[in-house]
């Protein structure tokens, strides 16, 4: 049974940081494309960042380049993603997920991920 954990989320001011890690397990980790995506009250689910399998490549949305970095350790099978400079709107529910398939490439798209993180909460203050 596949599992992701999620952490580090909490209450911060605006120019603050926090580190988010999700643990997984039950799956081998590190042939799995990961990606984290975040949900605001009231709005979609949208996506943040996606690190591939052995961590050489990444992406971010537009609205977290050069804000945010995703990174992973696939000897702890964890994936983390630093948020610096945090704004009010980064404030959200913040998800990991895993992709489908093993040695996948990178995606923006929810679908293509299959298992899910509870989500931690992000929230910045003003």
């Known amino acids: 049974q596949v599992q992701l954990v999620e952490s580090g989320g909490g209450l911060v001011q605006a120019g603050g940081s926090l580190r988010l890690s999700c643990a997984a397990s039950g799956r081998t980790f590190s042939t799995y494309t990961m990606g984290w995506f975040r949900q605001a009250p009231g709005k979609e689910r949208d996506f943040v960042a996606a690190?591939?399998?052995?961590?050489?490549?990444?992406y971010y949305s537009d609205s977290v380049k050069d804000r945010f970095t995703i990174s992973r350790d696939n000897a702890k099978n964890t994936v983390y993603l630093q948020m610096n400079a945090l704004k009010p709107e980064d404030t959200a529910v913040y998800y990991c997920a895993s992709d489908k398939q093993p040695f996948g490439g990178l995606s923006v798209e929810s679908g293509k991920y299959d298992y899910w993180g509870q989500g931690t909460q992000v929230t910045v203050s003003s």
């Open positions: 690190i591939s399998w052995r961590g050489g490549r990444t």
